[in-house]
């Protein structure tokens, strides 16, 4: 691809997406302590320097990329639940969009701890706005599904999801030497799958939040 300097607002979108397309490759193919910019400049076939005018750290790059990743979900969880259903069932869809993402996860782990880091007030204000209105929309799934609970239940519900994929998936997936002291007998209690104890955590929440629009 030619990474001349794009003039029109096209080419720069064209541009910005082809440096997060390469990142995502890169984190895909080598996880994300291996995603630097030297390793996403040499996948989109340029120069380190060429990504400043589109990203300001690599941090921004994969919050845009989580952004990405949290918006295809989202628009796959508002297209597959169109009405009630039964809480288990809810849960299952949610835990296996996750599941199925297992990118999105990472960034979701890492989020406030590292990616929110090394990134100006304006972007950070950009990413959160943007996650704001992924809360919503997510909100909005969960309400259609259990239209007893209130909206509000419903944005706590969504936060609530979110938290538990950023504290569930390292446990769930642990590397280098823990990964292998966890693999004796003695600690597979500290063993689990990551969907299945999602699922497990989502029915308790949903099936909670229910009991309570029905108390009340």
């Known amino acids: 691809m030619d990474f001349q300097r794009a003039r029109s607002p096209?080419?720069?979108?064209?541009?910005?997406?082809?440096?997060?397309?390469?990142?995502a490759q890169v984190l895909d193919r080598d996880g994300i302590d291996a995603t630097s910019l030297n390793a996403i400049a040499r996948e989109a076939g340029i120069v380190k320097s060429a990504i400043y005018r589109y990203f300001e750290s690599r941090?921004?790059?994969?919050?845009?990329?989580m952004l990405q990743d949290l918006r295809d979900l989202t628009d796959s969880l508002a297209g597959t639940v169109s009405g009630p259903l039964p809480t288990a069932q809810l849960a299952t869809i949610m835990a296996t969009g996750f599941a199925a993402r297992p990118r999105l996860c990472i960034f979701v782990s890492q989020l406030a701890m590292t990616l929110e880091r090394n990134v100006s007030g304006a972007v950070l204000r950009d990413i959160k706005l943007a996650l704001l209105d992924e809360g919503d929309r997510a909100a909005k799934v969960v309400g259609r599904a259990l239209p007893t609970i209130s909206p509000i239940a419903c944005q706590q519900a969504a936060q609530i999801a979110f938290c538990l994929v950023a504290g569930n998936w390292p446990m769930a997936n642990p590397t280098g030497e823990l990964d292998r002291l966890l693999q004796e007998p003695v600690?597979?209690?500290f063993r689990h799958n990551f969907e299945d104890f999602l699922r497990t955590a989502l029915v308790?929440?949903?099936a909670g939040l229910a009991q309570d629009a029905a108390a009340a």
């Open 59 to 65: 941090e921004e790059i994969l919050l845009r990329l």
């Open 187 to 189: 600690f597979q209690p």
């Open 204 to 206: 308790a929440l949903f």
């Open 10 to 23: 096209e080419r720069k979108e064209q541009r910005r997406q082809a440096i997060l397309d390469a990142a």
